[in-house]
């Protein structure tokens, strides 16, 4: 086949695979039809046939293509980093800002978690795992680099608990009915609810959050201002964390700070679009301290506040936190006051 002939063929695969992504999205895999398909892409139906025997292989091609942008957003932001804990909590923020950038194609990938596989031996569907066994070696390779280097468990088997984490994380993803409703029964967003998901997923693989590991290092050491501002904008732009007033901000660091430390108790003093104050009574990164027999020392004191700085500024320029009382220090619990600069 000439060259000229084989674009021609790319070219018109191309269309056929947009026009199933498109329709995917707006009808459900279930309601979509081959015909719908070369009517949308305007060939003729036996046209389609010759590039895809039956609708189980076109879909099996379409979620290729998406898997495999996913991957390279993937791997783009896990180069980013050096650790391996930090390359595994980059997988899942590559995952949230391709969802976020791409609302089509992730609604289309979100219906394809529905397809079933009744040929594994078709090419199309072959080629299709490979693209998801990529991803999960990926996550595997940072969990052995992230043990390796002493800050994910050592009895942690990398491939299991990458396909168990892939699969754990796109369901928060892709809510069900199900999970839709029992939410909002409980007042929770879905915002809330990935939040407490991705700390699960990191806690259950890490030996101390991922703020411990900063407050490990001695100050001298610990990222730029530039690196921890760029990382926490890329999370929370993924995430679309509004920071508009002290309260939006708020929220948006005690969702950020679930994430990067794990879970945290607190009581709200003052509430007001100007000015907040929070009375944190349980710090992650203070028990786990604790837990190890570690004494929090200069680099966790003025570390942790310096974090926190970073974080509220990065999200909002005109305001800055202040701390009153640390756990840290000797105090009973962490004042923190939000507010106009």
């Known amino acids: 086949m000439s060259k000229r002939m084989e674009r021609k063929k790319e070219e018109k695969k191309k269309v056929i695979l947009d026009a199933a992504e498109e329709l995917i999205a707006k009808k459900s895999i ?3 039809t081959m015909d719908q398909v070369a009517k949308e892409a305007d060939v003729a139906k036996g046209t389609l046939y010759l590039y895809f025997k039956n609708k189980e292989s076109l879909c099996a091609a379409v979620n290729t293509r998406l898997n495999r942008e996913i991957n390279c957003c993937i791997k783009e932001k896990m180069d980013l980093y050096a650790t391996g804990s930090e390359k595994t909590l980059a997988v899942g923020t590559a995952i949230i800002e ?6 089509q194609k992730w609604k289309t990938a979100t219906e394809l978690y529905q397809m079933s596989i009744d040929n594994p031996e078709d090419p199309n569907v072959q080629e299709f795992m490979g693209e998801v066994n990529k991803m999960v070696h990926m ?9 390796s280097e002493g800050d994910i468990r050592k009895d942690v088997d990398p491939v299991p608990t990458a396909i168990y984490n892939r699969m754990a994380f796109s369901n928060v993803l892709a809510l069900t009915s199900e999970q839709s409703m029992v939410l909002k029964l409980n007042d929770i967003s879905q915002k809330r609810y990935l939040s407490v998901a991705w700390n699960l997923i990191n806690r259950s693989t890490h030996i101390k959050p991922s703020l411990r590991e ?13 690196d921890i501002g760029k990382e926490i904008k ?3 732009d993924s995430m679309g964390l509004q920071a508009e007033d002290a309260v939006q901000i708020r929220d948006a660091w005690l969702t950020l700070t679930r994430i990067i430390m794990g879970g945290v108790e607190h009581e709200t003093i003052e509430n007001t679009s100007n000015r907040v104050i929070e009375n944190v009574t349980l710090c992650p990164a203070f028990n786990s301290h604790k837990e190890t027999g570690a004494t929090p020392d200069k680099n966790m004191i003025e570390g942790c506040p310096r974090y926190c700085t970073i974080l509220v500024e990065t999200l909002n320029s005109k305001y800055a936190p202040r701390f009153t009382k640390k756990m840290c220090a000797g105090d009973d619990f962490c004042e923190v006051i939000i507010e106009l600069k």
């Open 30 to 32: 279930i309601y979509m």
């Open 98 to 103: 391709y969802s976020i950038k791409n609302p």
């Open 139 to 147: 996550l595997a390779a940072a969990y052995r680099q992230g043990i």
């Open 214 to 226: 900063e407050s490990d290092k001695s100050l001298e050491y610990h990222r730029s201002e530039e």
């Open 234 to 236: 890329t999370m929370a």
